[in-house]
């Protein structure tokens, strides 16, 4: 791989190629040759162009001088050698000086700091590609994907490495940038409703390695290890995949007929009681209602008490608190089949009146309670028990049931919103067959599925992309001027 220096631009043995090969092929008679061929070497030819115009700029980024100064730190010249960076057109080699602080410690790439190089191989735009691509692929389909398309063919391993850095760093600017976030996307302006939702999922986690023995009790346990590892001819065990409840919420804007126009997508891997997951939903909240006076907040959500007490708290602006219709129809059911026989006839003749009843009539919920009461009261065993259960809750949701109300208002009564961003965040990229996670790979993928599905990709990823260029200052050149060099554009 070749290593740039040279600044005429055009005069660069790729472009010959290219040249070359374009004159020869289009003066050959019309319609002769294999086309895909022509149409993969042209494609390879301005790629190769491509990665001669990206290494002679990124060469432009160097610096060569006797000190400079990085976030107050002065650093004097230590090397000169070539490093391979991955671009979206493919690999590309230049030569950069590395810094290192007269206090010691690592070195610096100047080159790196002001093109903002990501993760020291990534440039800005292929780091862009192959998170996004990581975010609905693993990493072995991304790097089958990236090597048919004939551009960049980073490794599974950079790509697997590639979410957790960037995760890393969201993470150390999240209160800032979901605010950042937040301020450059704008309201819908036909929005009368605001919905706000959370639920939660099982995913499969890895399980803990850490575990606090004493030295007799290790020794002890790995000699009953390689026992069973000798009884089973040195195969180990696999780990079981332990299942922990990740978390998702949504915020879903409507106009006054009741119509879904956005939804902003909110997912955190398993947390101590949804901690930083209602945070952002907070967060959310309070901008939209402060941002859109009048604006009419909903509160959606089962009959998990958990997720009450977190939206009860939202008492900026009164919303109206509903427990999705599709949990208490499941409730329902429940209580009757218990009464009836699961999938009895009557059971089922029952379900379907007492539904329309719970939805479309004023005080519908109280004709279900003492419909449940009845039955609850001519029970006995196994089935009282049953039926008490579902009577005491919608005894316990009743005042978030007054369906019909809501409806004549046009408010969402479902939170299929919720229950679907579960599925479209979660499972098709972590619950695939033989998948298990640590918190961090998970939420690396997680935070980046959201903001793609949020439609804030563009926004999310700017942030990011930003926050790997530095500002490097030349303190002193090589003919004793000082200057300032500032951040790339």
Same mark, same amino acid.
């Given at each position: 791989?070749?290593?740039?220096? =040279? !600044?005429?631009?055009? &005069?660069?043995?790729?472009?010959?190629?290219?040249?070359?090969?374009?004159?020869?092929?289009?003066?050959?008679?019309p319609g002769r040759g294999n086309y895909?061929?022509?149409?993969?070497?042209? !494609?390879?030819?301005?790629?190769?162009?491509?990665?001669?115009?990206?290494?002679?700029?990124?060469?432009?980024?160097?610096?060569?001088?006797?000190?400079?100064?990085?976030?107050?730190?002065?650093?004097?010249?230590?090397?000169?050698?070539?490093?391979?960076?991955?671009?979206?057109?493919?690999?590309?080699?230049?030569?950069?000086?590395?810094?290192?602080?007269?206090?010691?410690?690592?070195?610096?790439?100047?080159?790196?700091?002001?093109?903002?190089?990501?993760?020291?191989?990534?440039?800005?735009?292929?780091?862009?590609?192959? @998170?996004?691509?990581?975010?609905?692929?693993?990493? &072995?389909?991304? &790097?089958?994907?990236?090597?048919?398309?004939?551009? @960049?063919?980073?490794?599974? =391993?950079?790509?697997?490495?590639?979410?957790?850095?960037?995760?890393?760093?969201?993470?150390?600017?999240?209160? *800032?940038?979901?605010?950042?976030?937040?301020? &450059?996307?704008?309201?819908?302006?036909?929005?009368?409703?605001? $919905?706000?939702?959370?639920?939660?999922?099982?995913?499969? @986690?890895?399980?803990?390695?850490?575990?606090?023995?004493?030295?007799?009790?290790?020794?002890?346990?790995?000699?009953?290890?390689?026992?069973?590892?000798?009884?089973?001819?040195?195969?180990?065990?696999?780990?079981?995949?332990?299942?922990?409840?990740?978390?998702?919420?949504?915020?879903?804007?409507?106009?006054?007929?009741?119509?879904?126009?956005?939804?902003?997508?909110?997912?955190?891997?398993?947390?101590?009681?949804?901690?930083?997951?209602? *945070?952002?939903?907070?967060?959310?909240?309070?901008?939209?209602?402060?941002?859109?006076?009048?604006?009419?907040?909903?509160?959606?959500?089962?009959?998990?008490?958990?997720?009450?007490?977190?939206?009860?708290?939202?008492?900026?602006?009164?919303?109206? @608190?509903?427990?999705?219709?599709?949990?208490?129809?499941?409730?329902?059911?429940?209580?009757?089949?218990?009464?009836?026989?699961?999938?009895?006839?009557?059971?089922?003749?029952?379900?379907?009146?007492?539904?329309?009843?719970?939805?479309?009539?004023?005080?519908?919920?109280?004709?279900?309670?003492?419909?449940?009461?009845?039955?609850?009261?001519?029970?006995?065993?196994?089935?009282?028990?049953?039926?008490?259960?579902?009577?005491?809750?919608?005894?316990?949701?009743?005042?978030?049931?007054?369906?019909? %109300?809501?409806?004549? *208002?046009?408010?969402?009564?479902? =939170?299929?919103?919720?229950?679907?961003?579960?599925?479209?965040?979660? =499972?098709?990229?972590?619950?695939? %067959?033989?998948?298990?996670?640590?918190?961090?790979?998970?939420?690396?993928?997680?935070?980046?599925?959201?903001?793609?599905?949020?439609?804030?990709?563009?926004?999310?990823?700017?942030?990011? $992309?930003?926050?790997y260029k530095t500002r490097v200052t030349?303190?002193? *050149?090589? !003919?004793?001027? %000082?200057?300032?060099?500032?951040?790339?554009?």
């Open positions: 791989m070749q290593a740039y220096q =040279s !600044h005429d631009v055009l &005069e660069t043995p790729g472009i010959a190629k290219l040249r070359q090969f374009v004159a020869r092929e289009l003066d050959d008679k895909q061929e022509f149409e993969k070497r042209l !494609h390879s030819l301005v790629a190769e162009c491509e990665r001669e115009f990206l290494g002679k700029k990124l060469a432009s980024y160097d610096i060569v001088a006797e000190a400079i100064q990085v976030g107050g730190v002065v650093y004097k010249p230590v090397l000169r050698s070539s490093q391979t960076y991955i671009a979206a057109a493919g690999n590309i080699t230049v030569e950069r000086n590395l810094y290192r602080s007269t206090l010691g410690g690592r070195c610096i790439c100047p080159l790196e700091l002001r093109a903002g190089i990501i993760e020291g191989l990534w440039t800005p735009l292929a780091a862009r590609h192959g @998170m996004f691509a990581m975010a609905q692929l693993t990493s &072995e389909e991304c &790097e089958t994907l990236f090597d048919e398309l004939g551009n @960049m063919r980073p490794s599974h =391993s950079s790509l697997d490495r590639l979410p957790k850095r960037l995760s890393e760093r969201w993470e150390e600017h999240r209160a *800032d940038w979901e605010d950042a976030v937040r301020s &450059e996307e704008p309201i819908p302006e036909r929005a009368t409703i605001v $919905a706000i939702g959370l639920d939660g999922l099982m995913v499969p @986690m890895k399980p803990s390695n850490v575990v606090r023995r004493s030295p007799a009790e290790a020794k002890k346990i790995a000699k009953s290890k390689a026992a069973k590892a000798g009884e089973k001819g040195g195969k180990k065990e696999p780990k079981p995949t332990v299942y922990k409840e990740a978390s998702c919420g949504t915020v879903s804007f409507f106009d006054r007929e009741g119509d879904r126009l956005e939804t902003v997508y909110c997912g955190r891997m398993p947390e101590h009681k949804k901690v930083a997951l209602t *945070d952002q939903l907070r967060d959310e909240y309070l901008s939209i209602v402060q941002a859109v006076p009048g604006i009419q907040p909903v509160f959606l959500a089962d009959g998990a008490s958990e997720n009450w007490r977190f939206l009860e708290t939202l008492t900026e602006v009164p919303g109206k @608190m509903i427990v999705d219709i599709w949990h208490a129809y499941e409730h329902l059911k429940k209580g009757l089949d218990a009464f009836y026989g699961v999938n009895a006839t009557q059971s089922r003749a029952e379900f379907e009146r007492l539904k329309v009843i719970l939805k479309e009539q004023d005080g519908g919920v109280d004709q279900v309670i003492r419909a449940l009461k009845y039955r609850h009261n001519n029970s006995t065993g196994a089935a009282k028990k049953d039926v008490l259960e579902q009577l005491t809750y919608f005894r316990n949701q009743r005042s978030r049931m007054d369906y019909a %109300s809501y409806l004549r *208002d046009n408010l969402p009564v479902g =939170s299929g919103i919720t229950e679907a961003g579960c599925k479209t965040v979660y =499972s098709p990229r972590l619950k695939r %067959s033989g998948q298990s996670w640590t918190l961090k790979g998970g939420q690396g993928i997680v935070t980046f599925r959201c903001l793609i599905k949020s439609k804030r990709w563009a926004t999310g990823w700017k942030l990011v $992309a930003n926050s030349v303190l002193e *050149d090589r !003919h004793g001027h %000082s200057a300032a060099v500032g951040r790339a554009a």
